[in-house]
């Protein structure tokens, strides 16, 4: 008596499931709402172990439920500074920084070292007051102990 071979695939087809966007920003975005809990805990290690002063790391999401966030799985700009230092979905597209100086180098990085790169730019920006062009210069310089390519990005995107 010979078996069945098992189907080649349980369910409907990934395609009729509604699979993933198209635009890099919306996939990452969708990404980080499905594993918002280990980008949130990777996150705010991480900032711990470069020195963000406990109080700076995370902020309240103003537009959401108020939950206490170093990580925002909705927001799509790589971070934000409100009141502290986020750092958001954009870190997981590759296409971020594309147009902008680093857009090559930001491609080819490590999600690592983009979250440092992130973290250490979300920083600086909070430190400046919200100064935007003065945290990208001061990015290049920072004394916080980020990876090398980190630096290396924040020095491409200060030329």
Do not use: C
């Not at 990934?14 to 975005?29: K, M, V, W, Y």
């Not at 986020?86 to 147009?99: A, I, Q, R, T, Y």
């Amino acid at each position: 008596m010979s078996k069945k071979p098992p189907p080649g695939m349980i369910g409907p087809p990934p395609s009729a499931r509604g699979g993933r966007p198209a635009d890099p920003g919306l996939h990452a975005q969708q990404i980080a709402r499905e594993w918002e809990d280990v980008g949130e805990s990777y996150i705010r290690r991480r900032m711990q172990q470069v020195g963000i002063p406990e109080d700076q790391i995370g902020q309240p999401t103003f537009s959401g439920d108020g939950k206490w966030r170093a990580f925002d799985p909705n927001g799509r700009a790589g971070g934000a500074n409100t009141t502290g230092v986020v750092v958001d979905s954009g870190v997981l597209n590759p296409d971020l920084l594309k147009g902008f100086k680093g857009g090559r180098l930001w491609r080819k990085m490590r999600i690592k070292d983009r979250i440092d790169s992130a973290i250490s730019h979300e920083y600086e920006e909070l430190l400046a007051g919200g100064n935007h062009a003065e945290a990208i210069r001061e990015a290049a310089r920072s004394r916080l102990p980020i990876s090398e390519e980190a630096r290396r990005l924040n020095r491409a995107r200060a030329r």
